[in-house]
Nanobody, 125 residues
Framework: VQLQASGGGLVEAGDSLRLSCVASGRTDSNYAMGWFRQVPGKEREFVSVVRWPGGSTYYADSVKGRFTISTDNTKNTVYLQMNSLRPEDTAVYYC???????????????????WGQGTQVTVSS
């Protein structure tokens, strides 16, 4: 499985960005796919994932109500619409995917087997 993330950039506080992550290779019907982020010197942080089958979505409290994750299964793509961006959202955003991740592990980065290359999001104040 390969993940290709895109869509990062430099924006001002209050602006919006949409990240995309295209998955190629092996496909699973039972998987979770989504986003983590990391700033230098800190651990990778859960942002949002969608879990299949069912399509349930999960968000970190810090982004709930501002970010929306969605999928286009025909394109094997996951999107992260980020609205009302804040300077504290500045990070490298990584796309992740893992097969058969149990619910209790959804927010744990080590549960994900596949990672994209990361895309930088910078929000200026």
């Amino acid at each position: 499985v390969q993940l290709q993330a895109s869509g990062g950039g430099l924006v001002e506080a209050g602006d919006s960005l949409r990240l995309s992550c295209v998955a190629s290779g092996r496909t699973d019907s039972n998987y979770a796919m989504g986003w983590f982020r990391q700033v230098p010197g800190k651990e990778r942080e859960f942002v949002s994932v969608v879990r299949w089958p069912g399509g349930s979505t999960y968000y970190a409290d810090s982004v709930k109500g501002r970010f929306t994750i969605s999928t286009d299964n025909t394109k094997n793509t996951v999107y992260l619409q980020m609205n009302s961006l804040r300077p504290e959202d500045t990070a490298v955003y990584y796309c992740a995917k893992g097969p058969r991740i149990i619910l209790s592990q959804i927010r744990v980065s080590s549960a994900y087997a596949y990672w994209g290359q990361g895309t930088q999001v910078t929000v200026s104040s």
